[in-house]
């Protein structure tokens, strides 16, 4: 059982993937896709006259602000757009993928966040109306008859709070938390770049493997949306996942079998050992 | 087991329904919902400068014309929105729906026209390109499992075409292609009608009830939009439906619950009675 992750279309290759998808579900693999889609979903906001808002929270991540009609495009973009591409690509190479959010069967259960707190002219503010949620439980069954019938599962990364709302999650901690869940063997984090670079951007100081006992560590080095990877990759080794590979969805020739294979940071679970 | 097809968010009300099938869910009802969005995939193409080009067919139908771009449009319009939107309703009446399109798992395989014959300036013509379908096979096992997992699933009309490439599919006779492969007890059309008028728009010349054997008679009186649900309906008798209902999904109470209590025209096969 594999979780993959994937991001939008912007800097990662879906035809190569997909290509490995196939190979490895003949091979009688289990695997769980999940994507991102923020690339697309910010285009379509400024094609719609509705621009992504940037915002800083104080520990320094980056993120969209999501009021309703931001979360509506997003679910567009991902869901109808991102999602939809991805399935008709593995259906056209044999791959009997179901299209699924977060949402369904209540999948992914999150908390809405409701009001963030962002920095803003280097003043702490808080924003209201935000859809973003943080997830807090799985409701695995749904997967689970899908892969028993023999389906490649293919999951937007929407949730729905416990008030009933649909709501937008980051698509490297939903791809944890599936792993986490489904007892995956490994998490794979496709991305734009080669792995965890220690001295960004330089490629050639490539982190290849990484004990997960120094993902504290990491954090401090990882530059913008990789901080989120080493942030999944920490709450999957805390929910029992072994193995967290983070490496280059770029590649045209077998990113995901070459991940599998050693390519990219390997970090690792105590006691568990790369390839 | 019943199949329910409702149009897009236009003159279809979509709360009232959602309520009546939670109902009918937790009276232990197996439901399949189908759904269409024509109106916002046209709305979007405007917002996105790629506005839907109307043909008519030599027969009457009116469709439109969809090149690869209005297929990409039309999917993040009825599975990233309309199908989201649903879902996202039903979740919150505590109904497990799962929402999916017809490409997923294979479920509906179509034969894309690729080529398709119209009326323009009174003179027959061939436009290419087109990227619509007509269901030839429905591959029922996906639907199979999420309903005995107890799931709603909600289908969005898009098919997978035998070269794997998507499709649009005519989501009433998608809702007619499902309730025959289910072998559901009943198929419901709710639409922006209170049923087939014999004197259109005349509401007063409502056909309560309609042996199947008069089908073909009434298509000569059924105008625009209906003549594809009174084809939707030929086609599911010919599947072996027993009951076809086309009622009106305007009414704010209980429009689901009425019409299966006898409200609009009841297309009934051979000896089958109607409440």
């Not at 006259?49 to 991540?61: A, D, K, L, N, Y």
Request: hydrophobic share 45%; charged share 20%; proline share 5%.
């Amino acid at each position: 059982m594999l979780v993959v992750k994937l991001g939008g279309t912007e800097g990662v290759n879906f035809g190569p993937i997909c290509r490995d998808v196939a190979h490895l579900v003949q091979e009688g693999r289990s695997v769980v896709l999940v994507h991102g889609g923020s690339a697309e979903a910010n285009a379509l906001g400024e094609a719609l006259g509705h621009p992504p808002r940037f915002v800083t929270s104080p520990s320094g991540f980056t993120s969209r602000y999501t009021d309703r009609k931001t979360l509506e495009i997003f679910a567009m973009a991902v869901l109808g757009r991102v999602n939809a591409l991805l399935v008709e690509q593995l259906l056209a190479l044999g791959v009997p993928a179901v299209g699924l959010s977060g949402m369904d069967g209540g999948l992914l259960r999150a908390k809405r966040k409701g009001a963030i707190r962002i920095i803003e002219g280097g003043k702490r503010k808080m924003l209201r109306g935000d859809y973003t949620g943080k997830i807090e439980d799985v409701h695995r069954d749904l997967l689970d008859r899908l892969l028993e019938g023999g389906y490649v599962p293919v999951v937007a990364p929407l949730a729905i709070s416990h008030q009933g709302e649909m709501l937008n999650v980051d698509a490297d901690r939903a791809a944890a938390a599936l792993a986490a869940a489904l007892g995956a063997e490994a998490l794979v984090l496709l991305t734009a770049a080669p792995g965890l670079l220690e001295r960004f951007p330089d490629e050639s100081t490539l982190i290849s493997r990484l004990p997960a006992s120094r993902l504290e560590q990491a954090m401090q080095y990882a530059q913008g949306r990789m901080k989120k990877k080493v942030l999944a990759a920490q709450e999957a080794v805390q929910g029992g996942v072994a193995r967290v590979i983070i490496a280059d969805g770029r590649v045209e020739e077998r990113p995901l079998l070459r991940a599998l294979e050693g390519a990219g940071t390997w970090i690792l679970a105590p006691g568990v050992s790369s390839p």
